[in-house]
């Protein structure tokens, strides 16, 4: 879209500058009269990338139906024609990516919010047949006051809506390190809220830990993938937990084998609220 005509398009708008610009995604952030602080994405896709069209109307459709209060809200959008552009709600934090760099190991208490909080976005999240498919640190933010948010549902599975992914396909969308073993091979019918609780294992024993268990020390993606595949993740200990409940619930959640994870996020969130009697805060 040509810079010069965001005055004509998005006449609302003021103080646009941009803040990010790769693929075929340039993102900008501004303030709008009504909302505030704003990001205005402006998407590019090609005219026959009809699975990223279709993805982009999804992650719209998935902030619309997902009651929760702990992910961006859009405003506004357009997905006709060549116009591809989204209004959405801008948070002011850092990601959980962004923390983690500076070495920062955090406590137990924050690690139990941390799961209590995403633990209750999935359920709304599974409440509505939508998989996130894509938790990992830098799609986690932690806001000035704290707050924590769940961001970018662009790769999500919406489980009532065809998939869009080739049943074929030897690999499915994913970030290698957070993607369950059901994920990446493209085993569609065992995706659900469980593959969702891998990966919020994974980066709970890294806010613990400092580190991701799968991609410590692995040469290239498929160690990583071979990995997953093959070791389960261990317990780790943290300060608080004497009698190591968090540690195996983590340890629970992000087994690397669906079958032994609990069935839903609402079991999940059940069994930590369960064990909290236990921590020492």
């Not at 069209?53 to 959008?77: A, G, N, T, W």
């Not at 640190?137 to 932690?142: R, T």
Request: glycine share 6%; with cysteine.
């Amino acid at each position: 879209m040509d810079r010069s005509k965001f005055s004509e398009i998005f006449p609302s708008l003021s103080g646009i500058e941009e803040l990010s610009s790769g693929g075929y995604k340039t993102v900008y952030k501004a303030v709008h009269p009504s909302h505030g602080d704003v990001v205005l994405k402006i998407i590019k896709p090609s005219q026959d990338n009809l699975e990223l069209c279709e993805r982009i109307k999804r992650e719209i459709r998935s902030s619309e139906i997902i009651k929760s209060d702990h992910i961006p809200r859009i405003f506004e959008s357009c997905v006709t024609g060549d116009d591809f552009w989204i209004i959405e709600e801008r948070i002011d934090g850092k990601t959980l990516r962004e923390v983690l760099k500076t070495g920062k190991r955090f406590s137990l208490a924050e690690i139990y919010s941390f799961l209590e909080t995403i633990l209750s976005i999935i359920i709304k999240a599974e409440q509505v047949k939508i998989v996130h498919r894509d938790i990992k640190p830098e799609n986690i933010i932690i806001g000035t006051d704290g707050k924590l948010w769940l961001i970018d549902f662009g790769i999500a599975r919406h489980l009532d809506l065809d998939s869009l992914t080739n049943s074929n396909a030897p690999f499915a969308p994913c970030t290698v390190g957070y993607a369950s073993a059901e994920q990446f091979r493209n085993r569609k019918k065992d995706i659900d809220s469980r593959t969702d609780l891998f990966a919020i294992g994974v980066v709970a024993y890294e806010m613990a830990s400092g580190e991701n268990f799968y991609i410590k020390d692995a040469r290239d993606a498929f160690q990583v993938i071979r990995k997953i595949e093959r070791d389960p993740l261990p317990a780790i200990k943290i300060a608080g937990d004497s009698q190591f409940l968090l540690a195996n619930f983590i340890k629970t959640i992000g087994d690397n084998r669906i079958s032994r994870r609990p069935s839903s996020a609402y079991e999940a969130l059940e069994i930590l609220h369960s064990i909290r009697s236990t921590l020492s805060f």
